[in-house]
């Protein structure tokens, strides 16, 4: 079956320090990545997504490469504000799959003044 | 606003006692999913809809029933609640399935369900 693994961290950052979390996965056929943020007290609402190899996904300033050969789509921002610390969960969905998506444990991340 | 709205936020309940939990979406979505939150283990989705009176189970049904008898609803029923379904429960939908294209799919905010 599919599976997706990341670090539960906490991670703590200093506001400006480059980020990275990152996510492997299993999954049959050529899955869609996924990154969801989750803020405090909120549901977890999209960040990126990349649907097919060598994909980069963007937005806020994150990013993330769909690296088949490594079977990897980690998260990378360069410079991360307080306002980032969040948890981050990464995701897969199968091709003509019916709702059917797996996350990862998520990653929360602390980013200290 | 586009929004997924769940009731209520938070719940406390005794074991065996029937509860709903509602969900609905203004977007016109045609599919929905309910999901649970619990520390280290990340989402695991229940169930999820397909479309009108179209469900089916996700990876964790065991205890839960559903219903989309209209588009815009989907409620999660817990016929006899245990302690092990204290959780934090989400519901989200999307306009198409998420493995193709415009698959964002958006979520509520979330229900703290605790199970005495």
């Known amino acids: 079956g599919n599976s997706v693994t990341q670090m539960e961290g906490p991670v703590t950052l200093s506001e400006e320090a480059f980020l990275t979390i990152n996510c492997t996965y299993t999954?049959?056929?050529?899955?869609?990545l996924f990154w969801y943020v989750q803020y405090p007290g909120e549901g977890l609402q999209l960040l990126l997504k990349?649907?097919?190899?060598?994909d980069k996904g963007s937005n806020k300033g994150f990013e993330a490469t769909y690296r088949k050969e490594t079977t990897s789509f980690h998260l990378e921002k360069g410079s991360v504000q307080v306002s980032d610390s969040a948890v981050y969960f990464c995701?897969?969905?199968?091709?003509?799959?019916?709702?059917?998506?797996?996350f990862g444990i998520g990653t929360k991340l602390q980013v200290i003044p | 606003e586009a929004q997924v709205t769940q009731n209520p936020r938070y719940l406390i309940t005794v074991t065996g006692k029937k509860l709903t939990v509602t969900c609905s979406q203004n977007?016109?979505?045609?599919?929905m999913s309910w999901y649970r939150q619990d520390p280290g283990l990340g989402l695991r989705q229940i169930y999820y809809?397909?479309?009108?009176?179209?469900?089916d189970k996700g990876d964790v049904p065991e205890g839960y029933k559903v219903s989309r008898k209209e588009k815009r609803n989907f409620p999660l029923i817990l016929e006899s609640p245990s302690p092990n379904q204290t959780s934090l429960y989400f519901c989200?939908?999307?306009?198409?399935?998420?493995?193709?294209?415009?698959?964002?799919?958006?979520f509520g905010q979330g229900t703290r369900l605790t199970v005495v």
């Open positions: 989200a939908s999307s306009r198409y399935p998420t493995g193709g294209l415009n698959t964002e799919a958006f």
């Open positions: 999954a049959t056929g050529y899955p869609s």
């Open positions: 990349a649907t097919k190899a060598d």
């Open positions: 995701a897969l969905s199968n091709r003509g799959g019916y709702q059917k998506v797996t």
């Open positions: 977007m016109n979505h045609e599919y």
């Open positions: 809809s397909m479309n009108v009176e179209v469900t």
